[in-house]
Each structure stands twice: as C-alpha cells, then as structure tokens.
C-alpha cells in the first residue's frame, strides 16, 4: 500500500479487509484518506517493533527518604547546574539542595559516584544493579544479610555503625571485605576512617598482605594515623622516608631560645622535584618524624612555612592523608593562628577538620581577598552556614564589587567562581543580600553567576511558605 502510494495509486484493492469496511463506503478519494489514516496509525502505534531478548525489565526507580523539589524550582536548579563547570561544582549545587530538605528530579540529575549526598545512596544503587530483583532490606546489616545490600547501602549502613558501633563494623568488613574485589574492598576499608581507634590497628597490619597494592598503602595510612610506624628498613638506603628526610635539611633559630626547624631543601632538577613528591605522598608522617627523632607536632610545629610552596602543599596533602588527628588538628590551629598565606594550606586539611575548625578557615580567608579563589581547594564544607556578617567582616564585599564593576575579564571569571561558592556557602538571608549587592554594583541580575545564589534564596522562601 505505501508503495502504491508512493508511484501516485490507489490502494483500496490491496488495503486489508476491516479496513475496507471502514473505507467502503466513501468516495475513492475519501477511500484513500481513510486508509492512509489507518495505516499511519498502524505503523506509528500498533507495529512498534519487538523489544530485543536481551533486555531486562528493571524495579521503578526507588524513592528517595527526602521529598522532590518542587517543580516551580526546578528551572532555578537546571540553570545553577549548566553554570556548574564540572562534577564537582555540581555535587555542591546537588548537597546545597539536600541541606534543605530536598532531593532533586531523575530527570534534572542522576549521582555519578560516591561524593554524593548520602540520601542518594539508593539511586546509585539502583543504576549498579541488573537483575531488577533485589532491594536493600531495611533491618540493620549483619553478615548473613550482607549480600541483600547493595554497595551504596551497604557502604552507608557501615559508615553509621563505624559512629556508633565501631567494633562490630570492622568485624564485619574483616569478615567480608576478602571476597569482594579489589576495588570494593578498597572502598570499604576506607571506611575504617570513620571512629577509627587503637583497637583496629590488628586488623589494618593484617592487610600488610593484601593482594591489592592500593589496598596495602590505604591500610598503612590508617596505622599511621594510629601513631604506627611502617616496615622501615632501619635507615637503609632502600627506606623511602629516609630518602624524604634527605630533601628536608635541619637547623636551628633563635639567639637565646634555640629551637629546631625544618626547611625544605634547595632542589637542583626537576626530576628531584617529582621524585620528592612521589615520596611525600607514598611516606606517612609518623615515619618521616621518627626520622629526625621528633614526634609529629613538633615536626609540623618546626616545619618552615613559606620557604617553599611546592613543599608546604605536599607536607599539608601528607598532614591529610597520614597525620594523626591530633597532628592535623594542631596543623590547622596552628596556621590559622598565623594567618596570612600560610593559613591557605589549612585547605588540604579540610577533610579531616571538623565543621567549626572548617569555618574558622573559610572566615580567615574571606578577610583578605588575595586568597578568595583558594577557596575551591576545599573539600568537605558544609552548605548554608554563612552569616552576612562573615561576608562582610573583611575585603571580599569590597572585592567582589569592584570585580563587577571593573573591565577586567580575568577578574570577572574569579568573581563568578566565588559567587558561586559563597552561593553554596552562604545562609538564604544572605544569598539574597548578596546579589542586591553586585547587581547594585552593575551585574545584570539574571547573569548565570548568581544561579546558585538564586536558587539558595528561592529555597528558603519555599520553605517559608510551607510552614506558614
């Protein structure tokens, strides 16, 4: 019939019979009509091809412990998201959301991986999954129930009894942990972070024989925050924190009170440059003090800040990553108390302080506006929290109007990067503040900058609305 069509003729002679008894009765050209009608609705609706064998019907999507944002918002958030310039910035937008009691639509965004909130846990789950059979149970996770979980629920379940609970938990992954992969037992082990304690060294020297290398130095950093020291080769020219402390000279200041201070030493080539942070970021910190037989807050305590930034970066990531909690909490306070540029290195610290250590950075920051954009180092900050008289308590007000006001593009790129971040960071109130100031200062107040700071204010008028 469609090739009859095609060449200009009739078709009511080759048309099916229930479709000649409704066509019958009509003129030829209506005859054609009525077919061509009928047809059209069969090939677009009736004959839809047969889906492949090797699909599989999946469960609905689960819902979510936090209800949708409302769908009036939802245009606010798609912007804020677009401006958003990778995954990271948009996690932000996503944890901003969650703060205040919000989810987002499947349809606006799907998480990733495992640096989303931890309500979206089940999402993650819900993509990792195959069968479409299996849900996460709701009673709490034992070891015969284990393989009822999903690894973002079972990652969830672990992290909150490592709070409350951290023997049974670590039983638990040492039960379980050796039959799955490499990169789920790496993951689960990072876990152990979380209450970690004198109790769970046993269990972390065990994995000194772990097939997964990764696995093997993830476990040695733990030990390692425990104050436990690696298999040194006892100063051999083979041990690699003897090899670091080669890089690091030791010396003395002070006329009366001497005291001892560590320097980075003068590098000759880049190859020394790259080899040193190999070592800085494979030694752990505990084993680099015992080297120049110091504890770690001394060592922290003399290193000399400012002689060589290279270095005070990778000592503040090694600080991170290896530092007891008492070396890393006494970094930060040391360095805030300092102030000025060496206090931007308390950044790579943020994962390990708590929030009012966090704060304290961020407020130190903003004093001086040099180091706003060192702000997007941090990791870890939590959202909503900045009053207006944080924002304006020193130079990054100031500093942002003139940005705004000014011509220079280099400029105004810094100051979308910080409204964007002050939108994440800022209170409603002071979102709202915020963008009166700089439209005030000449920025057009539908510019994709302020995205964030918009959606942070529509949600606090949302949620002011349902609780009137």
């Known amino acids: 019939m469609r090739d009859c069509w095609i060449t200009g003729g009739a078709t009511f002679d080759l048309a099916p019979t229930d479709w000649k008894t409704i066509a019958g009765d009509a003129s030829p050209d209506e005859q ?22 090797t699909l599989k019907r999946r469960r609905p999507l ?13 245009p606010l958030l798609r912007a804020a998201l677009k401006h958003a310039a990778d995954a990271r910035r948009k996690t932000r937008v996503v944890t901003l959301v969650a703060s205040r009691g919000f989810v987002l639509h499947p349809m606006d965004w799907m998480p990733s991986d495992q640096n989303s909130p931890d309500v ?67 993951a689960l082990i990072e876990l152990m972070r ?34 436990e020291h690696g298999h040194l080769s006892e100063g051999g020219a083979d041990d690699p924190a003897a090899e670091l402390a080669a890089f690091i000279s030791e010396g003395k200041s002070g006329i009366i009170r001497r005291r001892t ?26 084993d680099l003090a015992a080297r120049f037989g110091t504890t770690e807050p001394e060592f922290i305590g003399a290193w000399q800040f400012g002689a060589d930034n290279n270095a005070d970066i990778l000592i503040a990531q090694m600080v991170a990553a290896s530092g007891s ?13 300092d102030g000025g540029k060496p206090a931007l290195f308390v950044l790579h610290l943020t994962p390990r302080l708590d929030n009012r250590r966090k704060r304290a950075v961020v407020r130190l920051i903003l004093k001086d506006s ?36 000014g011509n220079d593009d280099a400029v105004k790129r810094g100051a979308d990067e910080m409204l964007e971040t002050m939108g994440f960071l800022a209170t409603a109130t002071t979102a709202a503040k915020l963008i009166d100031e700089v439209v005030a200062a000449g920025m057009p107040s ?3 900058s302020l995205s964030v700071l918009r959606l942070n204010a529509a949600l606090a008028e949302h949620q002011s609305r349902t609780d009137t």
């Open 194 to 227: 979380f209450g970690l304690n004198p109790e769970d060294a046993p269990f972390l020297k065990s994995l000194s024989a772990d097939r997964s290398g990764k696995v093997r130095e993830l476990a040695g950093r733990l030990l390692a925050r425990l104050g």
């Open 325 to 337: 909690d008492a070396a890393v909490t006494h970094m930060a306070d040391t360095l805030v108390a």
């Open 370 to 405: 040099k180091y706003l954009g060192a702000l997007n180092l941090a990791e870890g900050l939590e959202a909503s929290w900045l009053e207006w008289g944080d924002l304006t308590n020193g130079q990054t007000l100031l500093a942002l109007r003139s940005a705004v006001a």
């Open 261 to 286: 201070t560590y320097t980075p030493a003068k590098l000759k080539s880049s190859a020394q440059e790259k080899r040193r942070a190999e070592l800085f970021e494979t030694c752990n910190l505990v």
């Open 62 to 74: 689960p819902r979510l412990a936090l209800p949708m944002l409302p769908e009036r918002l939802r």
């Open 120 to 186: 979206y846990a089940p999402w993650i789950d819900w993509q990792a999954s195959f069968d479409g059979e299996r849900h996460a149970p709701l009673e709490k996770l034992t070891a015969e129930n284990w393989d009822e979980f999903y690894p973002a629920a079972r990652r969830m379940a672990l992290a909150d009894m490592r709070r409350s609970e951290p023997a049974s938990a670590r039983m638990l992954v040492e039960a379980k942990a050796s039959g799955e992969p490499a990169e789920v037992r790496l």
């Open 446 to 448: 539908a510019a994709p």
């Open 32 to 53: 054609e009509r009525r077919l061509l009608a009928i047809a059209a609705q069969a090939l677009d609706v009736a004959l839809r091809p047969a889906a492949p064998k």
